[in-house]
């Protein structure tokens, strides 16, 4: 399995600005996913981000709010940008298992309130 | 209305007693699997059950898994305080990991 960390665990911001969080993980994996998982609910995926091409974001989430960056194959970023208090949430990020996402190993999350 | 769809929401047991929670789907899968997540932190893999299989052990963990019901449940043996934690189904299909809302479960010592 993967160990799998992100930064900030927790943040606190104020509307309007932007937050980058920070996935590493300690092998080199193809796939990379991001997750939002909003107060009490379920997970939502934002994007699937493979190296050296760009994210691919599902319906309701697109590049200019959450531009993701994977420069390489142990490492992502995804900024929330111009955010506002319906942007609080924890964001996940994950691997999939044997080079696809059929099995994932998450990240432990990072907890975003804006205020 | 979402893939993997859960039931009951919440669930509260004594230490001891055993735990079911349920999970239905509406399109055909490749596998399900089971998820569980400790007080907003990262989720962690339990199992995985593939379509043609009907019944899975794992530990003290036991998934079945009916197609042509469209549903699976969870049951955890002589359940322990540790185990409280959100419990999500999650079902694999086209590639693509969709998961379910989840079952919040409190074990009470």
């Known amino acids: 399995s993967a160990v799998i960390s992100q930064k900030p665990s927790r943040d606190i911001c104020q509307r309007g600005t932007s937050l980058t969080i920070q996935c590493q993980v300690d092998?080199?994996?193809?796939?990379m996913f991001w997750y939002r998982q909003q107060p009490g609910q379920s997970l939502t995926l934002i994007a699937t981000?493979?190296?050296?091409?760009?994210?691919?974001?599902e319906s309701g989430f697109v590049i200019d709010k959450f531009p993701i960056s994977r420069p390489n194959l142990t490492f992502s970023t995804l900024t929330v940008s111009n955010m506002s208090p319906e942007d609080s949430s924890i964001y996940l990020c994950?691997?999939?298992?044997?080079?696809?996402?059929?099995?994932?190993?998450f990240g432990p999350g990072t907890r975003l309130l804006v205020l | 209305s979402q893939q993997g769809e859960e039931d009951p929401q919440a669930l509260s047991i004594q230490e001891g007693e055993n735990a079911t929670m349920n999970c239905s789907y509406k399109?055909?899968?490749?596998?399900l699997q089971w998820y569980r997540q400790n007080s907003g932190r990262g989720l962690v893999h339990l199992i995985l059950?593939?379509?043609?299989?009907r019944e899975k052990h794992s530990g003290r963990l036991r998934v079945t898994l009916d197609t042509s019901k469209k549903s699976s449940s969870l049951l955890i043996t002589a359940s322990r305080a540790a185990d409280t934690a959100s419990y999500f189904c999650?079902?694999?299909?086209?590639?693509?990991?969709?998961f379910g809302e989840g079952t919040q479960l409190t074990v009470n010592p």
């Open positions: 999650a079902t694999f299909s086209g590639s693509r990991l969709t």
């Open positions: 994950s691997v999939g298992s044997w080079g696809g996402q059929e099995t994932q190993y």
């Open positions: 981000a493979n190296q050296g091409s760009e994210a691919t974001y």
């Open positions: 399109t055909s899968i490749n596998n």
């Open positions: 092998s080199q994996v193809t796939m």
């Open positions: 059950i593939r379509s043609n299989e």
